[in-house]
């Protein structure tokens, strides 16, 4: 099992570029979601999923578009890259379990930056 | 927004036990309390969580208060690998997973 891959691991845009961010799971987990963490900050929630066709915003989506049209591959897109999109993307997933198995895996982020 | 309240750093000499606590003071009855690590901007890691009881893992102990309002994660012997921001959160796990800021462990020699 490969748990959840982000590509690619460092990206530079120019601003006003768009660009995809990739994430795949490979644990047939139902929820997904991408987080922005900021230098020193924590971590805050962008988009999630809770299954194929179903996406909802979250803290702080503005900006940013999503689909999930598998349930392996969750990609955010960056529409108009601003400098203020400068940070470490972080895309998770999780089972809908509702035992124990309920934590989040995350990748290990996408460290974008835009000029 | 978060619900839960850290102190935003602590320290622990080597091969103590840190006792990381959080305060709960909007959790809801269907909710449980997670905690997640991160370790040096990589991704977090889940470490344990309970909703009433107190839990054990191999990474961790879970103490939570009988009124659910605060709870305490316990690494019995902290490592230098111990290292890393600890996050509580307050999760109905049909919902969304929202992190507050965490507390940044330093484990000393």
């Known amino acids: 099992n490969a748990g959840v891959t982000q590509t690619p691991k460092f990206q530079v845009l120019k601003t006003g570029q768009s660009m995809t961010l990739q994430c795949a799971q490979d644990?047939?987990?139902?929820?997904m979601s991408w987080y922005r963490q900021d230098p020193g900050m924590g971590l805050r929630l962008i988009h999630y999923s809770v299954g194929a066709g179903i996406t909802d915003q979250g803290e702080v989506p503005n900006g940013y578009n999503v689909s999930r049209s598998t349930t392996e591959d969750f990609p955010l897109r960056l529409l108009s890259a601003a400098p203020s999109q400068t940070s470490v993307y972080f895309c998770a997933s999780r089972s809908r379990d509702l035992g124990r198995k309920t934590e989040a895996f995350f990748g290990q982020g996408t460290r974008l930056t835009v000029v | 927004d978060a619900k839960t309240t850290q102190p935003p750093s602590m320290d622990c000499a080597e091969g103590r036990a840190a006792n990381l606590p959080c305060n709960h003071s909007?959790?809801?009855?269907?909710?449980?309390v997670y905690w997640y690590r991160q370790i040096h901007s990589q991704g977090p890691q889940y470490i344990i969580h309970g909703l009433k009881n107190n839990e054990t893992n191999e990474m961790a102990s879970l103490i939570i208060t009988e009124d659910r309002k605060s709870s305490t994660l316990i690494l019995p012997h902290a490592t230098l690998r111990d290292t890393a921001v600890y996050y509580c959160i307050d999760f109905n796990q049909g919902g969304k997973l929202i992190f507050g800021q965490g507390t940044e462990l330093s484990v000393k020699p």
């Open positions: 909007t959790i809801s009855g269907n909710e449980y």
């Open positions: 644990m047939n987990h139902e929820y």
